[in-house]
């Protein structure tokens, strides 16, 4: 196999798998009904004057499927952070008992997992259309390759493989989506 053609290849499966990765990252922000510490690692919290994520004030626990413990690292911060809870829009109603951040994580409604589900859907979706871009940058640089003299044939079965590597990437994608769609409908 002509090296160009190989690095064209291996580019473009790397880069079919940073839109997996990127994907299950985006889903982990999908609440799917129970309590995770991810659902609050957006969140920034003033720490003294600099916005800094919640993670790095605090140690973030579920002792249960529908609560979150928020254990603040100095006892200063528990305003600060019950604060920031509050502004970032997540629906949550904090309480503190002195020591930490308590959250009750509520059920998700049938309309809101519904919800939930398109919103997977499109995050799916958009890892798609990466994918298959990527295809078609592999695919256009292997046409450059066969008009700069490579062999029609080897230019033929790197199109190919490209196509394979976009079919199986497609297929994690599914199988990612299948995964979070089941995880969110779960009551």
Known sequence: MNEDIKFILDSTEE?????????????????AGKASPSMVGGVMVDY????????QVATVNTPDGRTLSIQPWEKAMIREIEKAIMNSNLGFNPMNNGESVIINVPPLTEERRKDLVKQAKVEAEEAKIGVRNDRKNANNEIKKLEKDGVAEDLCKNAEIDVQTLTDKYIQKIDEVHTVKEKEILTV
Do not use: C, D, F
């Not at 880069?15 to 609440?31: F, P, S």
């Not at 003294?48 to 993670?55: A, E, F, K, M, V």
């Open 48 to 55: 003294y004057g600099s916005q800094t994520p919640l993670t």
């Open 15 to 31: 880069l079919m798998e940073k839109a997996i990765v990127h994907l299950k990252k985006e889903l982990t922000n999908i609440r």
